[in-house]
């Protein structure tokens, strides 16, 4: 079997540039296992063809965070056999070490990631360049499915609901974006005109990333989440136990949800086609024929 990493870093010098803390008596054959899956980690974003164009591009701005991604999330898949191979050899490991650097390596790989798909994003297509890394992106499954979603840009998304600026995070959760409107939120966007839609659209738009986020929380990993979501983790900062954080990811996206709903029935109320009720006092449920009799 050819080794996928020697495409991308030719020698195991190269790889130990762009992933730190590589035990140098190692080659890249070591590491043919974890690379495969690295690279299906990263062609399931950007697919194998923008994969493949990226590595025959000249476009430094493009290669560099691709290798970068590829070695990191090597690393962070090869972790656990190095952790056995050095208790084999009687060397102490410690959870928290290892813990520590998966997190590291997970955090260089997104923000290589986040850079890749920003170049690609940025990079303008002519009738010249139908080729390149660029132009592949945009026949991508999911560069296709903006055009499905409401909100189609990583600077939308962040105005409204703060992941960083994610480009990376964006991508990943555009289905879960499409599949929030499906199930419950488009029949609302399709109610709105041009009397309502400046106050209702902000309040249906903030409930649909709430519920997007929510169901991202029960899908994902927390390590794939940007900082600022993170961040709400106590686990986070110290050693992981997956029970509490998956608990603690759960209680946050029922929180979302509550939220979300709260604010969809606020849009509900809104969308109501009597503007006129008086939600003050109970005189809203009187009609014009109603026999009002005043006591003295």
């Known amino acids: 079997m050819k080794n996928v990493l020697v495409d991308i870093f030719k020698d195991f010098g190269s790889f130990s540039k762009y992933a730190p803390g590589v035990e140098t008596n190692m080659d890249l054959n070591d590491l043919l296992s974890s690379g495969l899956t690295a690279r299906k980690r990263v062609e399931t974003i950007i697919t194998a063809e923008v994969f493949n164009a990226i590595v025959s591009s000249s476009d430094e701005t493009l290669t560099e965070p691709l290798r970068s991604a590829v070695a990191n999330m090597t690393m962070a898949s090869q972790l656990i056999f190095d952790s056995i191979n050095r208790r084999k050899n009687h060397v102490d490991v410690y959870k928290y070490e290892m813990e520590g650097m998966k997190r590291a390596y997970m955090d260089n790989y997104y923000n290589a990631m986040d850079s890749v798909i920003q170049r690609l994003m940025s990079t303008e297509v002519t009738s010249e360049n139908t080729d390149s890394p660029a132009a592949?992106?945009?026949k991508s499954r999911y560069y296709k499915i903006?055009?499905?979603c409401k909100i189609k840009t990583t600077e939308a998304f962040d105005s409204i609901y703060p992941i960083d600026l994610s480009y990376f995070f964006f991508f990943r959760i555009l289905p879960l974006q499409k599949?929030?409107?499906?199930?419950?939120?488009?029949?609302?966007?399709?109610?709105?005109?041009?009397e309502n839609r400046e106050r209702v659209d902000p309040i249906l738009t903030l409930a649909l990333l709430k519920k997007t986020v929510a169901k991202s929380l029960r899908r994902f990993d927390i390590l794939e989440f940007p900082p600022t979501i993170r961040n709400l983790f106590d686990?986070?900062?110290a050693s992981r136990t997956g029970k509490d954080e998956h608990d603690a990811a759960l209680a946050l996206a029922d929180r979302l949800d509550l939220e979300a709903e709260e604010l969809i029935s606020n849009a509900d109320t809104l969308l109501s086609t009597d503007a006129s009720v008086d939600f003050c006092s109970n005189s809203a449920y009187n009609h014009?024929?109603?026999?009002?009799?005043?006591l003295p």
């Open 136 to 138: 592949l992106w945009q």
């Open 146 to 148: 903006i055009d499905s």
């Open 179 to 194: 599949e929030t409107l499906d199930e419950r939120l488009s029949a609302y966007y399709d109610r709105l005109t041009d």
């Open 235 to 237: 686990d986070s900062h």
């Open 288 to 294: 014009p024929d109603d026999n009002i009799i005043m």
